[in-house]
C-alpha cells in the first residue's frame, strides 16, 4: 500500500508514504494523519509527506480499519483500533490525552466529533452481535452515554452529527 500526494491539475506524485493505509487520510493545519496497519496512527507533513511523529497503541498493532477524525478546533486526533478502543492524541505531537476500552470487538467507522463530544460506532463483543453507539466527553474520554441502536453487528459506515441528532448507517 502507499499514501499518495498528487497535484489535483496535472497529476504529478509529490511524494508517498509506504504502509498498508486503513481508512480515510484526514488533514488539518498542515498535517495529514493516517492509520497505518502494523504502526499506528501517523502525522506527515501536508507538502512534503515527512514524518511529524507516530503513535503506537501499547497493545501493539491493533489499529483497525477507522479513519482518523480531527476535532473542530484542530488540537485533537481521535482514532479507535482494532481493540474497540478509542484513543484521543494531540495533532502537534502525538501526546496521547486519554484512551478509553469500549468493550467491542472492533471499530471500523470513523468517530464524528462535536466542540464538546466524540460519537463512536463499534461492533459488539465476541458473541454480542450488536453495534454499539457510545458518547464520550472530547475533553476526558468519559463515557456518556452507550445504547445499543442494532442487533446485526455490523458497523462499519460511520454517524453523522447535526445538532442532537447522530445519524447511523446499518
Do not use: M
Not at 466524540?118 to 457510545?134: K, P
Request: net charge negative.
Amino acid at each position: 500500500g502507499l499514501l499518495q500526494a498528487v497535484n489535483a491539475v496535472t497529476g504529478e506524485r509529490l511524494w508517498s508514504f509506504p504502509g498498508t493505509i486503513w481508512g480515510q487520510p484526514v488533514e488539518s493545519g498542515g498535517r495529514v494523519f493516517v492509520n497505518v496497519d502494523n504502526v499506528g496512527v501517523v502525522a506527515l507533513d501536508a507538502q512534503t509527506g515527512a514524518e511529524v511523529w507516530r503513535y503506537t497503541s501499547p497493545l501493539d498493532d491493533l489499529f483497525g480499519q477507522s479513519s482518523p477524525a480531527v476535532s473542530p478546533d484542530g488540537s485533537t486526533v481521535i482514532v479507535c483500533d482494532g481493540s474497540a478502543t478509542v484513543y484521543a492524541l494531540a495533532t502537534s505531537d502525538g501526546t496521547p490525552r486519554w484512551s478509553r476500552p469500549l468493550g467491542g470487538v472492533k471499530c471500523d467507522s470513523t468517530p464524528a466529533i462535536t466542540p464538546d463530544y466524540v460519537v463512536q460506532y463499534v461492533w459488539g463483543s465476541e458473541g454480542d452481535y450488536q453495534d454499539h453507539l457510545y458518547l464520550l466527553s472530547l475533553a476526558t474520554g468519559e463515557v456518556i452515554t452507550h445504547t445499543v441502536p442494532s442487533t446485526y453487528g455490523s458497523a462499519v459506515a460511520s454517524p453523522a452529527v447535526v445538532g442532537d441528532l447522530v445519524f447511523l448507517a446499518d
